[in-house]
């Protein structure tokens, strides 16, 4: 079932080209407008998905009363709030000199992870993001009330009709595949500098970087965006046909 949700989720994303559009807003997202706009489309998406099934060929978002997406961009942007413990944990290990040491080697340095740390934040950051996936389609479900979005006991109850097993292979599964296509990014460009390099064209570490950046954001972020936003909403509503 989960691996039946992510191939819906991701024959979703490539279904048209509007994916050009969410990478045009993800470049943007550095300004606050765009930002929310990509939130109100992820806001669209999960809409769609809760009232959907797998397999259902669903029509993507509109780009329509841009102030109401903006509103639904915010609402989503709240709720990260269950994000908070995760990055308040990261600050504090890591000003405390906690989850890494730096070690001066004969050859230069070398970093020494702290990994019962680091199983500590992945621990935090799985319930965090537990918590996040489920209160953002019931605050959606509820025709956009905050206040459902921190339903905890109605949360908890999704959660544990989806099973925390599914969860867990979900956002594995999720963080293979764009750990995947991180992985391919760097091939992509190391291949597009060694093949310029080879016509004489040499590109400086900026335009190497700005490269970097394009492709994660204007392919990679939209990807995460929209079929992340599908697959939290068919696993909610899953939670929710077994109840």
């Known amino acids: 079932m989960i691996f039946e949700i992510i191939k819906d989720s991701l024959e979703y994303t490539f279904k048209d080209k ?10 943007l997202s550095i300004l ?8 109100g489309y992820s806001y669209r998406t999960t809409l769609i998905g809760i009232n959907s099934m797998i397999n259902k060929e669903d029509p993507k978002p509109k ?12 609402k989503i942007i709240i709720l990260c709030v269950y994000l908070l413990p995760v990055i308040l944990a990261t600050f504090f ?27 500590i934040l992945a621990i935090i950051s799985f319930i965090c993001l537990l918590f996040t996936s489920v209160s953002i389609p019931n605050m959606i479900k509820y025709g956009g009330s905050l206040k459902a979005g921190f339903k ?4 908890i109850s999704i959660i544990k009709n989806v099973s925390i097993g599914n ?5 594995g599964t999720f963080f293979v595949i764009f750990g995947g296509l991180l992985t391919l990014r760097s091939f992509i460009v190391e291949f597009l500098t060694d093949t310029l390099f080879s016509v004489g064209i040499t590109l400086t570490e900026p335009i190497i970087l700005g490269i970097y950046i394009f492709i ?12 992340l936003s599908r697959g939290i909403a068919l696993l909610y509503d899953m939670g929710q046909t077994c109840e």
């Open 18 to 27: 509007s994916i050009l559009k969410i990478g045009i807003l993800s470049i």
């Open 167 to 171: 969860y867990i292979l979900f956002w």
């Open 63 to 74: 780009f329509d009363n841009i102030k109401e997406m903006i509103v639904q961009g915010g």
């Open 152 to 155: 905890i006991k109605e949360i």
């Open 93 to 119: 290990f890591n000003v405390n000199g906690l989850l890494y040491k730096i070690i001066p080697t004969v050859s230069g340095i070398s970093i020494d992870f702290n990994f019962e740390i680091l199983a």
């Open 216 to 227: 994660l954001y204007f392919f990679i972020v939209p990807i995460f965006v929209i079929s």
């Open 32 to 39: 606050i407008i765009p930002l929310f706009i990509l939130f």
